[in-house]
């Protein structure tokens, strides 16, 4: 993002009635960032306060709802919290640049490594359980096919458009276009289909012991359930068992994290085989975001660039019986 000015901080800091003297850098604010974070400690408690560079702000706002639903119901996310005049953010256009600034409970904890994804059994059924609760809450949410305003697309024809604009050659748009047309042959309705994080990987999680938060909703959208059940294992999938810039070599690691993330789940939500058989059809289309939104890091890594390339060629055949 580009620097963020004293003037525009202090001018969100108030709307929120946060001191801005108060405020204490976290994160972000970066070239490369999306935003800069700050904790502060308001009425006894530790907050995050997190001003974002946006280009819609009508995206923006269905996303903020979504997520302050959840917190309405009980689940445990980094949910923005209302201002004294019942606003979940506050926008401020500097020059060219739209401004987007939240304010949310700071959640304690850190982000589980490979290992513990392994080794913690309770912790996976945890995740798994707040990811059910989620799409449980997801189905009763009223929006669901596209959370764009009066788009009568499906939300991941959305996302597959702007990957499109961004795909560095034809053979990549030519393998965006076949995903699409894949994924609309696939059923959906209010109970395969809606609004999900879109970005449930362990980066996103804050864990301490057996206790779970999702955190960064910022990609959040209409999406297939199936989705955020894929993205857990995403680390895995680079580290551990390959999949993502490797085939996969060790699927025994993999059942045994389905094992538990789907015993949670299935506390809390339904899922049947047929959509556990689409696992493989939803790794395809996360190697080919992740290379389409990693060309930068690519051009300087013509080794991953060569590994991601040759992945994206090839079937996944990953499948989870449970």
């Known amino acids: 993002m580009k620097p963020l000015k004293e003037e525009v901080r202090i001018e969100l800091a108030k709307r929120f009635d946060l001191e801005p003297e108060e405020l204490v850098f976290l994160a972000g604010g970066r070239e490369d960032s999306d935003g800069v974070v700050f904790t502060v400690c308001k009425d006894g408690r530790k907050q995050v306060f997190k001003i974002s560079q946006a280009c819609d702000e009508p995206h923006v706002k269905s996303v903020l709802e979504f997520a302050h639903y959840l917190g309405t119901c009980g689940i445990r996310i980094s949910s923005p919290i209302e201002n004294k005049d019942g606003n979940i953010y506050e926008a401020v256009q500097d020059g060219d640049t739209l401004l987007i600034a939240t304010l949310m409970d700071y959640i304690d904890g850190a982000n589980p ?93 804050i864990t301490a012991k057996q206790d779970i938060a999702v955190i960064d909703f910022d990609c959040a959208e209409c999406h297939f359930f199936i989705n955020d059940i894929l993205l857990p294992v995403q680390g895995l999938l680079f580290d551990v068992t390959g999949g993502m810039m490797s085939p996969i070599y060790n699927m025994e690691v993999l059942k045994e994290f389905y094992s538990h993330f789907l015993r949670g789940y299935r506390t809390e939500n339904q899922i049947d085989q047929f959509w556990l058989e689409q696992l493989g059809l939803f790794l395809e289309y996360r190697r080919l975001l992740l290379y389409t939104v990693m060309q930068g890091w690519m051009e300087h890594d013509q080794q991953a660039n060569e590994a991601f390339l040759a992945m994206i060629e090839k079937p996944c055949d990953l499948k989870i019986e449970g």
């Open 113 to 205: 490594d490979g290992n513990e994804l392994q080794e913690n059994k309770e912790l996976v059924y945890e995740w798994g359980k707040l990811t059910g609760k989620m799409h449980k809450a997801a189905k009763e949410y009223p929006v669901w096919k596209n959370s764009c305003e009066n788009d009568g697309r499906y939300g991941f024809e959305n996302e597959i458009d702007s990957f499109i604009k961004m795909s560095p050659n034809d053979d990549i748009r030519r393998k965006w276009e076949d995903i699409r047309e894949r994924l609309k042959a696939l059923l959906i309705n209010r109970e395969t289909y809606g609004f999900i994080h879109n970005d449930n990987h362990q980066m996103n999680i």
